[in-house]
């Protein structure tokens, strides 16, 4: 069965919608194949986004990953990197579809609600960056 990586990012965990964001997953059929609350470290934020380190906004991003606690998940179902995607709506708030993720909880480009991986190559490193075997279920 097919996995990707979700991050609730800091803005979404300190506007206390985590509870409605797992369960938009588990709505769509998705199961929650893994989760915990975690707070990511500056070496950790600059790894896990080293792809966009020659981005302008790379700075922001990794001060904003770290500004508070995230909650990490691996969510498993059929087509389960896509559909997440499609949960949660374009990057910038303003040109996702109503009833997505991002419409309903995000603010803005950079403050974004969630992250979720954008291949099946990228979920794999990406959950194997947060959990151990043992904590996939
Ligand atoms: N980002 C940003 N400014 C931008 C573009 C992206 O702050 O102009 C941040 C935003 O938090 C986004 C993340 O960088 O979620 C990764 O960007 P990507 O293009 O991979 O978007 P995503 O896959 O998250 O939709």
């Not at 800091?10 to 985590?18: E, G, I, L, R, Y």
């Not at 938009?24 to 986004?49: H, N, P, Q, W």
């Not at 579809?97 to 979720?116: K, M």
């Not at 959950?127 to 904590?135: D, G, K």
């Amino acid at each position: 069965m097919e996995q990707t990586l979700s991050i609730i990012k800091p803005d979404a965990v300190a506007k206390n919608v985590v509870g409605q964001i797992l369960a938009r997953f588990e709505a769509a059929g998705l199961r929650i194949a893994a989760t915990k609350k975690t707070r990511l470290s500056r070496v950790d934020a600059e790894a896990f986004y080293a792809v966009h380190k020659d981005r302008p906004f790379f700075n922001d991003l990794v001060e904003f990953m770290i500004s508070g606690p995230v909650v990490v998940s691996v969510l498993e179902g059929e087509n389960a990197m896509a559909k997440n995607r499609e949960l949660m709506g374009a990057t910038n708030p303003k040109e996702a579809e109503p009833g997505t993720i991002r419409a309903d909880f995000a603010d803005s480009i950079d403050a974004n609600a969630v992250h979720g991986s954008d291949s099946l190559e990228n979920a794999a490193v990406e959950i194997s960056f947060f959990f151990a075997q043992r904590e996939i279920h």
